[in-house]
């Protein structure tokens, strides 16, 4: 996809556009990462989604999904706030994307809604302590953790 | 659909939930778990130097990978560039890497399958490679050789001639192999046919590595988008075109092959020059990706410098969990028997195979069972249905 | 903790030692120094060291791994299924007091705080030769090795 192709759709979506070294970023709203996701993967080359990485960004938690099109990467970029870190889930029509999301929701407590993993953990255990924050986010201590799950 | 009352087993992790209806499995439900230690957490608390010893020990198999991963995508926010001498180096031990990670691969897959001859032989050719990265790195696991900058040290005198006479050696042998798996009745009626999956379905999961080669899609990031001196010495891409695990044999085996062959290659051309450049301890503020094509297939590192002397986050993806969803989907259809052999397909980090849980729909039965237990099945059923 | 030996004369008459390998949290860098041990380089079995599939036929455990809480009781588990006498061997780093994990919040400090332990076997990962010289020095009945520094570290 073309930059020029990727900016309008920055635009339509009331987005952003970024280049960096090796990639381009279109940062949009969570309610438009469906829609901006199922654009980027639908051009040719692009069905490959590496991952998806979640930020802790203070207030808000970031979420990058890196797609890689053979000759860059194009990264959709939003931020939820973690007082409500709630978005839909895009595993339904991008099942690659399930794991990845299913790991943010332990690791920093965003919730995808549909994803098959929501209320259920798939990389910590099952004692991971209620009270805790999860494990990424700035204010877990990861010493407390330990304590609370017995791990001496 | 409904099903009786399930009686629960014992509450242990398991890697795979395997649901059957009759013989076959109908569905695969993975949870995974059993080894998070919380590294990218414990990253942020380390210096930049110091999360190499802890990336490179995510995996024990594919250290390296690992190691380059992280050293570049560390780079990649600093305007240094790494020498070429450096470059060609890491490709070295990046394709020995590979080689020792396929050979260990097709040992297990002959253990798995009950052909244990062959594991005992494979691992002890694996042990030529080995030594190769012992000479080079000083350890035959752990290497810690990639450093910001280039690698740790040169490679010793006298090394140039041994690589070129070992990868000679390793290709006769991979010849050896390869008639071996292409012939023996143990190997090849458990491999072909078995675990098929489609090109459709590797395009809606997005696997990495041999995996996605093997329904015929040529993609490999040393091609598509090369590091290191992968420019220099251009690995032809192998696929194969029936998605089965004998296909990811002949992968596999041919990228032996082309490892050998780009290792001759590099020492070939082995440039001149220093084989690393300082970098100071402080990384420039920014964020970098870096994906490398390790032995499973593409493994992502993203990172995040506040400027600081420790990471502001790291994340990273290894190529299994890439791969988790197309392996539940080649066992589905399959029966117990062909478990190990599917599961090892895929080239899992192998203690995933301890313990696997088994819900029997139509006996309204639940029970684990541990690796080992259904290896012998396999081998039984197979033996069997050859009577 | 449990300090049992094999008496020279058992192993004399079993001639074989019979391990169960369980990786309870492991990156795998052991696991695979361990089966190369029982490759023909190495070959530790032609010193008895065999591999068994069920802890039910065990002499002896070999551990690795930062033992993670999924998999305590795993191990714990597998530890009580292995027939008495029994012995435990920890190998490598993790095992021994966490390894480069020891500050992990999912990551256990040494599986001594799980199962009793008879022999530690230090490295990250140990080589080939140091598994099996570990193991026949357990099996001729030598006193169990503490790794002290490690542990002084770790505590």
């Known amino acids: 996809m073309s930059n020029e192709e990727l900016a309008n759709l920055a635009t339509r979506l009331g987005g952003s556009l970024a280049t960096r070294q090796k990639s381009v970023e279109i940062t949009v709203s969570p ?82 809604e549909g994803n098959p993993y929501l209320g259920k953990k798939l990389l910590l255990p099952d004692n991971y302590p209620a009270e805790a924050p999860p494990p990424l986010r700035k204010e877990a201590d990861p010493d407390k953790i330990r304590k609370m799950m017995e791990l001496e | 659909m409904p099903f009786g009352p399930v009686h629960p087993s ?168 390869e008639s071996l798996v292409s012939t023996e009745e143990t190997m090849t009626v458990r491999t072909r046919g078995v675990g098929r999956i489609s090109q459709e379905t590797a395009r809606r999961l997005s696997p990495v590595g041999p995996l996605l080669r093997c329904t015929g899609i040529a993609r490999d990031i040393r091609a598509e988008d090369p590091y290191a001196a992968y420019d220099e010495v251009v690995p032809r891409v192998q696929t194969s075109n029936d998605g089965d695990i004998a296909s990811l044999l002949t992968i596999r085996l041919n990228e032996i092959r082309e ?98 849980s088994i819900l029997d729909v139509d006996k309204s039965r639940e029970w684990t069972v541990g690796g080992e237990e259904l290896r012998k099945y396999g081998i039984e059923y197979y033996k069997r249905s050859s009577e | 903790m449990a300090n049992f030996r094999f008496g020279l004369t058992q192993w004399a008459r079993k001639r074989s030692i019979w391990v169960f390998h369980v990786n309870a949290a492991s990156c795998n860098g052991c696991d695979i120094e361990i089966l190369a041990a029982l490759t023909p380089r190495y070959d530790a079995e032609r010193l008895g060291v065999e591999l068994v599939p069920s802890p039910r036929h065990a002499d002896v455990l070999l551990v690795t791994g930062t033992i993670n809480p999924l998999m305590r009781d795993r191990l714990k588990t597998v530890y009580e299924q292995v027939p008495e006498p029994r012995h435990v061997v920890a190998i490598g780093a993790c095992a021994l007091g966490g390894g480069v994990y020891k500050d992990c919040y999912n990551a256990g400090r040494g599986i001594d705080a799980v199962i009793p332990v008879d022999l530690y076997i230090p490295g990250c990962p140990p080589r080939p030769e140091a598994v099996i010289y570990g193991i026949l020095k357990l099996v001729t009945g030598s006193p169990p090795d503490t790794i002290e520094g490690e542990k002084a570290i770790v505590k």
């Not at chain 2, 000479?135 to 696991?141: E, K, L, S, Y």
């Not at chain 2, 410098?305 to 392996?327: C, D, M, W, Y």
């Not at chain 2, 259809?333 to 313990?355: I, K, N, Q, S, Y």
Request: charged share 25%; hydrophobic share 40%.
């Open chain 2, 259 to 356: 490892s050998c062959w780009m290792v001759s290659e590099a020492v070939e051309r082995l440039p001149t020059g220093p084989y690393k450049v300082n970098i100071p301890r402080a990384v420039p503020r920014g964020e970098s990706m870096f994906h490398v094509e390790a032995p499973r297939g593409e493994l992502f590192y993203f990172v995040k410098s506040g400027g600081g002397s420790a990471p502001e986050r790291v994340k990273i993806r290894t190529s299994t969990i890439a791969n988790l969803l197309v392996a539940t989907e080649m066992l589905k259809g399959h029966t117990l028997a062909d478990v190990p052999v599917v599961l090892t397909g895929m080239d899992p980090c192998f203690g995933c195979m301890d313990r696997i």
């Open chain 2, 10 to 177: 014992l509450k242990e992790p398991e890697y795979f939930k395997l649901i059957l209806e009759g013989e076959r499995i109908v569905q695969v439900i993975p949870r995974i778990g059993y080894v998070h230690r919380g590294i990218e957490r414990a990253a942020q608390e380390r210096t930049w130097v110091k999360n190499i010893y802890l990336f490179e020990r995510i995996c024990g198999i594919c250290s390296f990978a690992h190691s380059l991963g992280y050293t570049h995508a560390v780079e990649a926010l600093t305007p240094f560039e790494v020498p070429k001498r450096a470059r060609y180096i890491r490709v070295i031990v990046a394709e020995l890497e590979r080689i020792h990670s396929h050979l260990l691969w097709l040992g297990l897959l002959g253990h798995w399958a009950g052909f244990d001859t062959l594991f005992m032989w494979i691992w002890k050719d694996r042990e030529h490679i080995l030594d190769l990265e012992e000479a080079i790195t000083g350890n035959r696991v752990h290497k810690s050789y990639s450093t910001f900058g280039g690698v740790r040290m040169d490679l010793p005198d006298g090394i140039a001639a041994k690589l070129k006479s070992e990868m000679k050696y390793i290709e006769k042998r991979v010849d050896y192999y």
């Open chain 1, 31 to 112: 309610d438009k990462v469906l829609q901006a996701c199922m654009t980027v993967s639908s051009i040719p080359g692009l069905y490959h989604l590496t991952t998806i990485t979640g930020l802790d960004l203070g207030e808000e938690i970031g979420l990058l999904y890196h797609f890689w099109q053979g000759r860059g990467f194009v990264v959709v970029r939003t931020a939820v706030p973690k007082a409500n870190p709630k978005l839909q889930s895009i595993s339904g029509p991008l099942p690659s994307a399930t794991l990845y999301e299913a790991e943010i929701q332990d690791l920093l407590g965003v919730s995808f």
